[in-house]
């Protein structure tokens, strides 16, 4: 079975860091593109940005670019998401999905984080 | 890049035929053939319902279409039943080799 499984609920606070992974099972980790996509509270989702865990080639969307890194270690078939400082902005579910055919066919179950003092 | 824009909210009763539709422009929605539709239930996550704008994955229901003209994406889903109810989301690639979504759009069954 195709899936990707995520590192459990986090609780931060203010300026601390974090990262949180995505492990995907069942099918050749390498040769798909990972996206990692937000949603806050009560609101869309939002695509942050994609890794090529083969030869980890990233793209962030504009409006994350430099708020957050995205790396992948293709040896233990595991993308991350990672912040230096969080804020509570963003407290957030955040979601890795594959991309496959330019659509994301297989999701994550979220990591859900709480930035609060 | 901004998201793309949904309606807020559709509405239908057991049955009958609604239509969501996805703006953008044309630097992804009317760019590309590379539109998507995902449908989340509360707490759950997304799952995909079309791809490269009209073509379902296996398992998902026929019931379940897709269309673009220019700048504008639909998904169309007929025969509503209850099970229907949820939240729904465009996703388009973009010109800046990423993808943005819809706003997503609250389908009700009534």
């Known amino acids: 079975e195709v899936q990707l499984v995520q590192s459990g609920a986090e609780v931060k606070k203010p300026g601390e860091s974090l990262k949180i992974s995505c492990m995907g099972s069942?099918?050749?980790?390498?040769?798909?593109?990972i996206a990692w996509v937000r949603q806050m509270p009560g609101k869309g989702l939002e695509c942050m940005g994609i890794i090529y865990p083969g030869d980890s080639d990233t793209r962030y969307s504009p409006s994350f670019q430099g708020q957050v890194t995205i790396s992948a270690d293709k040896s233990i078939s595991t993308a991350y998401l990672q912040w230096s400082s969080l804020k509570a902005s963003d407290t957030a579910m955040y979601y890795c999905?594959?991309?496959?055919?330019?659509?994301?066919?297989?999701w994550g179950q979220g990591t859900m984080v709480t930035v609060s003092s | 890049q901004s998201a793309l824009t949904q309606p807020a909210s559709v509405s239908g009763s057991p049955g009958q035929s609604i239509t969501i539709s996805c703006t953008g422009t044309?630097?992804?929605?009317?760019?590309?053939?590379?539109v998507s539709w995902y449908q989340q239930h509360p707490g759950k996550a997304p799952k995909l319902m079309i791809y490269d704008v009209n073509n379902r994955p296996s398992g998902v229901s026929n019931r379940f279409s897709g269309s673009k003209s220019g700048n504008t994406a639909s998904l169309t889903i007929s025969g509503l039943q209850a099970e229907d109810e949820a939240d729904y989301y465009c996703s388009s690639y973009t010109s800046s080799s990423t993808w943005v979504f819809g706003g997503g759009t609250k389908l009700t069954v009534l």
């Open positions: 069942g099918y050749n980790f390498t040769n798909y593109w």
């Open positions: 999905a594959r991309a496959y055919s330019d659509a994301f066919d297989v």
């Open positions: 044309s630097s992804d929605v009317g760019g590309y053939n590379y």
